[in-house]
């Protein structure tokens, strides 16, 4: 990955951080987006810098404003001069039983997971078909078998399956387009989703028995980035198994 370039969204904590630090390790220099944690996309890209000095800038944006994404692949050109892959990270959840469905729910669900990937993808296509680039999605395994009271977050990461699989057809051969769906991984900061009992119940439903650490989807990620030049249009479930059995 030296002398590659990545633009990771929502690269600041969790899941995100986690693929920040495992692709800087194999090289590549980063595009750290961040919406409203700047407080942890700072320390992180201070604490990279220091192991190799100017490989990490940070980004400020709101995906949510569609027309700030093209200026977001700019500002990543301008950093480092080039753009070899693009990572959908940022994303919000949060449940949407039926009955309480809203609008700010929904525009907030298919924004993040669907609409900002979209369109960051097509503001950054010409530059990765000049390097032959490719774009990786955080997808899930409930696209298969939803997530009850969670409508709207399930149709949103079912789009961004099929933007993947459409996205793949349509930049093909320049560019590379692959989802990893990850199971039980790190739980939501709050328990407001999933007490202890549901994630005692989760955990003991996965054949290799226990969450998925933000590592696992990392090394996948850098695996489809790095080692995988004929793979397109796939989904790659991170899992340890559970999808067999949901």
């Not at 995906?63 to 080039?82: C, K, M």
């Not at 009955?99 to 530059?127: C, H, M, R, T, Y």
């Not at 099929?162 to 199971?183: H, Q």
């Not at 090394?219 to 991170?238: E, K």
């Amino acid at each position: 990955m030296q002398g590659k370039v990545v633009l990771v969204t929502g690269g600041a904590k969790r899941v995100g951080a986690a693929i920040v630090r495992k692709l800087h390790g194999a090289g590549a220099n980063v595009m750290l987006h961040y919406r409203s944690s700047s407080t942890e996309a700072r320390a992180l890209a201070a604490e990279l810098n220091l192991q190799r000095p100017n490989s990490v800038a940070i980004s400020q944006a709101d995906l949510l404003n569609i027309a700030g994404l093209p200026v977001l692949v700019q500002q990543t050109i301008s950093q480092f001069g080039r753009l070899d892959a693009v990572v959908n990270n940022a994303s919000s959840f949060f449940p949407t039983p039926v009955g309480e469905v809203d609008e700010a729910g929904w525009l907030d669900l298919i924004g993040s997971n669907l609409k900002a990937p979209l369109f960051l993808a097509q503001a950054a296509a010409p530059e990765l078909k000049k390097t032959q680039g490719c774009i990786v999605s955080i997808a899930d395994i409930h696209v298969e078998r939803p997530m009850k009271g969670h409508v709207v977050y399930n149709i949103a990461k079912a789009g961004l399956v099929a933007m993947t699989k459409s996205l793949a057809r349509e930049l093909a051969p320049e560019i590379r387009v692959n989802a990893v769906a990850p199971g039980a991984n790190i739980w939501p900061d709050e328990e407001s989703v999933f007490d202890e009992l549901a994630r005692q119940r989760i955990t003991s439903s996965i054949p290799l028995k226990r969450v998925g650490e933000p590592d696992d989807l990392a090394r996948t990620i850098l695996f489809l980035i790095q080692d995988a030049p004929y793979i397109t249009g796939q989904v790659i479930n991170v899992d340890g198994g559970r999808s067999i059995y949901l």
